[in-house]
């Protein structure tokens, strides 16, 4: 499962969830046009990262869409 939001601000354009097995990476995009994050965190579950968006980046929950995992990143790669 993975989730995206856009912020939209210099520097920090969107932020995406990805869970995995080891727990959920914290990808910052700094542009529409990155194809791959500017920073990663990785977080122990979904409430912690949603709450280091919130910290950082003023992510509401109501922010998030549920999205497909990014092709960059599939897991195994």
């Not at 965190?41 to 869409?65: C, F, S």
Request: negative net charge.
């Amino acid at each position: 499962m993975a989730y995206e939001a856009i912020v939209g601000r210099p520097g920090v354009y969107r932020v995406f969830l990805e869970e995995r097995a080891e727990g959920v990476y914290i990808n910052v995009f700094d542009s529409a046009n990155a194809k791959e994050p500017c920073k990663d965190w990785l977080a122990p579950h979904i409430e912690g990262a949603k709450l280091k968006g919130k910290v950082e980046y003023g992510i509401q929950e109501d922010d998030w869409r549920q999205m497909t995992n990014e092709p960059w990143h599939e897991p195994g790669e």
